[in-house]
C-alpha cells in the first residue's frame, strides 16, 4: 500500500483533458512538493512536473501540474497516443524522513 | 550530457550481498543529491535511498534500512549501493538517479540510468 494514493487507471481519447489525482498526508504533500514522473515502456522514468507546477526543460506545456492541502493532480491536455504511459506521483515525507511513491496510474489513449 | 551508468547486479541467494555502482559523467556529480530507485517486475516505482550532496546526509526506505547503505566517492564520481542480506523481494531493476537539489526535498529525479537488475533467488 503506497504512502501516495493515486487512480489505477485512467483514459480518454485523443484531444481530450485527462486528470490524474494524488492524495497524500500532511507529512507529505501537505507540506513539501509534489514530483510527477512518466514511464514509457521500454525507457526510464522522466521527470514531468518539478515543486508542484514546474516543467523541467523539453515538457510540453500540455502537461500541468497542480497541488491544493493534501491533494495533487496532473492534468494532460490535448490528449496523445504517445501519452500512454505510467504516471507517477512522488514527494518527501517529513514524517518517514523518506521520498514516497504513489503507486502509479496507467493512462490508456483509446 | 548527462550519463548514469548503474553496474553490479546480477543473481544472488537470499541472504546474500551486492554492490551496486553508477558512474556518472555530464555534470558536477559533487554539486547533487543523488538516490537509486527500484521496480520489482510488474510494480511500480519505489524509492530506495538517497544521499545529500556532501554524503553528510542518507536516508532509506523502512523496506531497507539496515541492510543497504548508499554513499558516494566525488572523486571517482560514482554513487554506490551496498546491499546486504538480500531477501526475495528485493528482487527488482535498480535505477539510479540524480536529483534537482543538493540537499532539502529530495525526490525531483532529473536524470536516470538504465538500470541494472539483481535477482534475489535460491
Known amino acids: 500500500q503506497s504512502v501516495l494514493t493515486q487512480p489505477p487507471s485512467a483514459s480518454g481519447t485523443p484531444g481530450q483533458r485527462v486528470t490524474i489525482s494524488c492524495s497524500g498526508s500532511s507529512s507529505n504533500i501537505g507540506t513539501t512538493f509534489v514530483y510527477w514522473y512518466q514511464h514509457l515502456p521500454g525507457t526510464v522514468p522522466k521527470l514531468l512536473i518539478n515543486r508542484n507546477d514546474q516543467r523541467p526543460s523539453g515538457v510540453p506545456d500540455r502537461f500541468s501540474g497542480s497541488k491544493s492541502g493534501t491533494s495533487a493532480s496532473l492534468a494532460i491536455s490535448g490528449l496523445r497516443s504517445e501519452d500512454e504511459a505510467d504516471y507517477y506521483c512522488?514527494?518527501?515525507?517529513?514524517?518517514?524522513?523518506?521520498?514516497?511513491f504513489g503507486g502509479g496510474t496507467r493512462l490508456t489513449v483509446l | 550530457e548527462v550519463q548514469l551508468l548503474e553496474s553490479g547486479g546480477g543473481l544472488v541467494q537470499p541472504g546474500g550481498s551486492l554492490r551496486l555502482s553508477c558512474a556518472a559523467s555530464?555534470?558536477?556529480?559533487?554539486?547533487?543529491?543523488m538516490g537509486w530507485v527500484r521496480q520489482a517486475p510488474g510494480q511500480g516505482l519505489e524509492w530506495v535511498s538517497v544521499i545529500s550532496r556532501s554524503g553528510g546526509n542518507t536516508y532509506y526506505a523502512d523496506s531497507v534500512k539496515g541492510r543497504f547503505t548508499i554513499s558516494r566517492d566525488s572523486s571517482k564520481n560514482t554513487l554506490y549501493l551496498q546491499m546486504n542480506s538480500l531477501r526475495v523481494e528485493d528482487t527488482a531493476l535498480y535505477y539510479c538517479?540524480?536529483?534537482?537539489?543538493?540537499?532539502?526535498?529530495?525526490?525531483?529525479?532529473?536524470?536516470w540510468g538504465q538500470g541494472t537488475l539483481v535477482t534475489v533467488s535460491s
Open positions: 512522488a514527494a518527501w515525507d517529513d514524517s518517514l524522513s523518506g521520498v514516497v
Open positions: 538517479a540524480k536529483d534537482l537539489v543538493a540537499s532539502g526535498y529530495y525526490g525531483a529525479f532529473d536524470y
Open positions: 555530464g555534470f558536477t556529480f559533487s554539486s547533487y543529491a
